[in-house]
């Protein structure tokens, strides 16, 4: 059994920061469980590209607004508390965050914490030994 709160996690290896963007890794990869879990907190104003063309992801809304924009069909879907996102074809997509938004996400297959997007927002497959 893994207990493990959000505290435990912040300032270290596992609380990833950015100029957009804050992603506390709850579960990695080494854990072995076949699924990553993040809380992930979106700042306002901001505009963010994404592509995961290597993993599974699903994303559940807890706090805030903004717009979720699939660059495959240009379909844009408001998001606020409550919305689920499920990026099941691996689509690239915009998230615009009118307010912070924060975030549980679920990767499949699970990061690890070393990957970095790229300069298409994509992250690597890493694969980590369990």
């Not at 992801?57 to 979720?68: I, Q």
Request: glycine share 8%.
């Amino acid at each position: 059994m893994i207990v493990r709160s959000l505290g435990e996690i912040e300032e270290t290896d596992r609380d990833i920061k950015t100029p957009n963007w804050r992603s506390k890794r709850i579960v990695l990869a080494k854990e072995g469980v076949g699924f990553s879990v993040h809380e992930t907190t979106i700042y306002a104003g901001t505009v963010n590209d994404f592509w995961y063309a290597n993993h599974v992801e699903a994303v559940f809304v807890t706090e805030g607004h903004g717009e979720l924009t699939d660059k495959e069909t240009g379909e844009v879907y408001k998001l606020a508390p409550g919305t689920l996102y499920l990026l099941d074809g691996n689509e690239r997509h915009q998230v615009r965050a009118e307010t912070e938004i924060k975030t549980v996400c679920v990767f499949n297959p699970p990061v690890t914490g070393a990957e970095v997007h790229d300069e298409n927002g994509v992250y690597p497959l890493i694969v980590e030994p369990v």
